[in-house]
Every structure is written in C-alpha cells, then in structure tokens.
C-alpha cells in the first residue's frame, strides 16, 4: 500500500475500500491520492508559516485541495459505477 494516501484515507474513510481497490488498478489514481496528500501537507506548512507570501499561498492550496478531492470523488463514482455489485 502507497503511504502517500494516509490524508485521503483521513478525510474519506468510508471509501477506504473502493480507494484501496483503485490504487491497486489504476496509477493516474494513485498519483491523484499522491498529489492531494502532497498539496495537503502544503497548506498545512503555509498555515503556519508567517512568510509575506503565506496568506496567498493559503488560498492557492485550500483550491488545489479541493479541486483534486473532487476529482478523487469523480473518479470513485466513475470505478463505483463499472463495478459489479
């Protein structure tokens, strides 16, 4: 199991399957958990950090996370729906 998607599992433990079966089959997928995980850990630096640039930062991730949380989501439904139940 890729350590890289310990934020993903956090945030969506009730897809802990489906997110497990994914990475098994799919690498665009674990490099989509890889990113959000590595974008995650960005804005948690940039949250702390007092860098003139900080707040800006803050903003560019918090979208960054959610534009990749909801591509994870999109492509769960889409693995969801191919498979039988």
Request: proline share 5%; net charge negative; glycine share 0%.
């Given at each position: 199991?890729?350590?890289?998607?310990?934020?993903?599992?956090?945030?969506?433990?009730?897809?802990?399957?489906?997110i497990e079966l994914l990475m098994?089959?799919?690498?665009?997928?674990?490099?989509?958990?890889?990113?959000?995980?590595?974008?995650?850990?960005?804005?948690?630096?940039?949250?702390?950090?007092?860098?003139?640039?900080?707040?800006?930062?803050?903003?560019?991730?918090?979208?960054?996370?959610?534009?990749?949380?909801?591509?994870?989501?999109?492509?769960?439904?889409?693995?969801?729906?191919?498979?039988?139940?």
């Amino acid at each position: 199991m890729n350590d890289k998607i310990r934020c993903i599992l956090e945030r969506l433990p009730e897809k802990r399957h489906a997110i497990e079966l994914l990475m098994e089959k799919d690498p665009e997928f674990v490099a989509l958990c890889e990113d959000y995980e590595d974008c995650v850990y960005a804005l948690r630096h940039w949250e702390w950090s007092k860098a003139p640039e900080a707040q800006t930062r803050v903003l560019e991730y918090r979208v960054l996370v959610e534009e990749l949380e909801e591509e994870i989501h999109q492509a769960l439904e889409a693995f969801n729906s191919r498979r039988p139940v």
